[in-house]
């Protein structure tokens, strides 16, 4: 069992979709803290280091070691979804890179977790080139990172999830349907019991669906926006548990 987990990432661990009242962030990471915490009779510890907008380059540099120097002994690394998304991407550079992650974590004594992220292919505009470079990463992933001391979540290739019902308003990231779903699978995948009842979980209805002009004047718009200034949803914005708390279970 794992007593003090961090969690390093892009918006998809930050909880990005799963918003509680106060518009504080919960998020699939969150909520196997949760069930980590559920499942111990020890004490169990918990950070999220994960920023909205990162390029996995820039999640490598700027938390990887913030999250090694607190001595984990569960490391989880989701990223490479805002790479696919760019004009050009290379998957052997982010298989990379995840490699990277999983070595320092490995050499640290941590055991690592590996995610992909759920597939939104079939709701986004454009969505046949993120589904072909979604396959082609998660496959590679399949190949990279099925071995000791790791274990792989393949939430890519959860067909159930890629449904309309676990995805939030935007249609890119997961509502709090989605995101306790990969939580079960994270979960599962550990051996650790999921907690009774988050099956039930209600997704909040969405009002705006793909392909309208409102979706494309707040979401995709601001989005484009972004990209031709060189700005990033996370500019400024610091880590949302930076160091390891206790998870009050």
């Known amino acids: 069992m794992f007593?003090?987990?961090v969690a390093i990432g892009d918006s998809f661990t930050e909880g990005v979709g799963d918003e509680l009242q106060g518009g504080r962030l919960r998020g699939w990471a969150d909520l196997v803290a949760l069930g980590l915490a559920a499942a111990s009779d020890a004490p169990v510890s918990y950070?999220?280091?994960?920023?909205?907008g990162r390029l996995?380059?820039?999640?490598v540099a700027e938390q990887l070691e913030p999250a090694i120097s607190q001595a984990p002994d569960l490391l989880s690394i989701c990223g490479g979804g805002n790479d696919l998304m760019r004009p050009r991407v290379e998957i052997s550079y982010v298989i990379d890179l995840l490699g990277q992650v999983v070595e320092r974590g490995l050499a640290s004594g941590a055991h690592v977790l590996v995610l992909s992220g759920g597939n939104p292919s079939r709701h986004l505009p454009m969505g046949a080139?993120?589904?072909?470079r979604g396959d082609r990463l998660a496959e590679a992933a399949r190949d990279a990172f099925v071995r000791p001391g790791v274990t792989l979540v393949d939430n890519w290739a959860d067909a159930l999830l890629a449904d309309a019902r676990f995805w939030s308003v935007d249609k890119l990231h997961l509502n709090a349907l989605g995101h306790t779903r990969v939580a079960a699978n994270v979960l599962d995948a550990l051996g650790v019991p999921v907690p009774a009842g988050w099956a039930e979980v209600e997704a909040a209805a969405g009002d705006r669906v793909q392909g309208t002009?409102?979706?494309y004047r707040e979401y995709v718009l601001p989005w484009i926006g972004r990209r031709l200034t060189g700005r990033s949803s996370g500019d400024g914005r610091p880590p949302k548990r930076p160091t390891l708390e206790l998870v009050d279970a």
Do not use: S, T
């Open 129 to 132: 080139v993120m589904q072909r």
């Open 47 to 52: 950070a999220n280091l994960a920023v909205r």
């Open 213 to 215: 002009a409102a979706y």
């Open 56 to 59: 996995l380059g820039p999640i």
């Open 3 to 5: 007593q003090r987990y």
